[in-house]
């Protein structure tokens, strides 16, 4: 079955730098990639995602980009800000199968 | 609209007892799911649901039950409660019944069990 990898498990940034997240999949079938954001007592909230047919996308100051043939994708947030702190996952889903493969998850701390 | 809605929030058990994780969905969503959620582990799939009458095995079925006989609502069954199902369960929707679609999560039901 899929296996995703997330890196770094913790990253502590200063409010205003940007933030970067990586993940790696080990199913080339895998086609869909979404990013959720995870705040305290709160369930997971999608933030956005990407397919296999598109190499990055944007909305705000989030972005994902896509890289097939390495089997990685990455989440970049640019000026973060106190409310971007949160725990954040990735997650790989083949077309069909059952359900989404997560990642363990990276609590992003953003200092004052 | 309220999404995705678990009741109860917080649960405490006793090892053997058993017990219902209810899941109620009010989008007309086709596909549904539970996930568990421990420590370092990220979110696990236990069983889903790609329409009423039709559920499934995700990857950490072992010990839950669950049924739709309804689109609206997906409850998940703990028949013998164990230490090891100490957890966070996360019920999540999607409208169309593919896993590949965003999904809406409800807020979890945490769960002790002694």
């Known amino acids: 079955g899929e296996n995703v990898e997330q890196h770094p498990s913790t990253l502590s940034v200063q409010e205003g730098d940007s933030a970067v997240i990586k993940c790696t999949y080990s199913d080339s079938a895998s086609n869909y990639f979404p990013w959720y954001k995870q705040e305290l007592g709160k369930g997971p909230q999608l933030i956005i995602d990407?397919?296999?047919?598109?190499g990055e996308k944007k909305d705000q100051r989030i972005a994902v980009t896509l890289n097939k043939t390495a089997k990685h994708f990455s989440l970049h947030i640019t000026e973060t800000q106190p409310e971007d702190s949160a725990v954040y996952f990735c997650?790989?889903?083949?077309?069909?199968?059952?359900?989404?493969?997560f990642g363990k998850g990276t609590h992003l701390i953003i200092q004052p | 609209n309220a999404g995705v809605t678990q009741t109860p929030k917080f649960q405490v058990l006793k090892t053997g007892q058993s017990m219902t994780l209810q899941c109620a969905q009010d989008m007309n969503h086709e596909y549904m799911s539970w996930y568990r959620q421990d420590p370092g582990m990220g979110l696990r799939l236990i069983h889903y649901s790609v329409g009423a009458g039709i559920t499934d095995q995700g990857e950490v079925p072992n010990g839950y039950n669950v049924s739709r006989s309804t689109t609206e609502d997906f409850p998940l069954r703990l028949l013998s409660a164990a230490p090891s199902q100490t957890s966070v369960y996360f019920c999540?929707?999607?409208?169309?019944?593919?896993?590949?679609?965003?999904?809406?999560f409800g807020d979890g039901t945490r769960l002790s069990i002694l």
């Open positions: 990407i397919r296999s047919n598109v």
């Open positions: 997650a790989a889903s083949v077309l069909g199968a059952d359900g989404l493969t």
């Open positions: 999540a929707s999607s409208l169309t019944g593919r896993s590949n679609q965003p999904q809406h």
